[in-house]
């Protein structure tokens, strides 16, 4: 199954992680390490630790506003990563 909504983890070259959402993943994942996104740019390179699919493209975007929240981050750094 595809899924067309993706929530993605990046773990950054400083050891910070940084949390998105996009529907075309590879496409993202490219400007990232071109230096095209504006929070990861001076962090490069960047790597992608978790991806989740999502075919609701709201339910993806509040699992990405979840995880960005501060029991967000704890759920992540405890089960996710």
Same mark, same amino acid.
């Given at each position: 199954?595809?899924?067309?909504?993706?929530? $993605?983890? *990046?773990? /950054? !070259?400083? %050891?910070? /992680? $940084?949390? %998105? +959402? /996009?529907?075309? *993943?590879?496409?993202? *994942?490219?400007?990232?390490?071109?230096?095209?996104?504006? =929070? /990861?740019?001076?962090?490069?390179?960047?790597? +992608?630790?978790?991806?989740? %699919?999502?075919?609701?493209? =709201?339910?993806? =975007?509040?699992?990405?506003? =979840? @995880?960005? !929240?501060? !029991? %967000?981050?704890?759920?992540?750094?405890?089960? @996710?990563?």
């Amino acid at each position: 199954m595809v899924f067309p909504f993706t929530v $993605y983890i *990046l773990r /950054t !070259s400083d %050891g910070h /992680t $940084y949390v %998105g +959402c /996009t529907a075309h *993943l590879e496409e993202r *994942l490219r400007r990232h390490q071109a230096g095209k996104v504006h =929070y /990861t740019k001076d962090k490069l390179p960047v790597q +992608c630790i978790a991806a989740f %699919g999502f075919l609701d493209k =709201y339910k993806a =975007y509040a699992f990405e506003k =979840y @995880l960005k !929240s501060g !029991s %967000g981050r704890a759920f992540m750094n405890k089960r @996710l990563i």
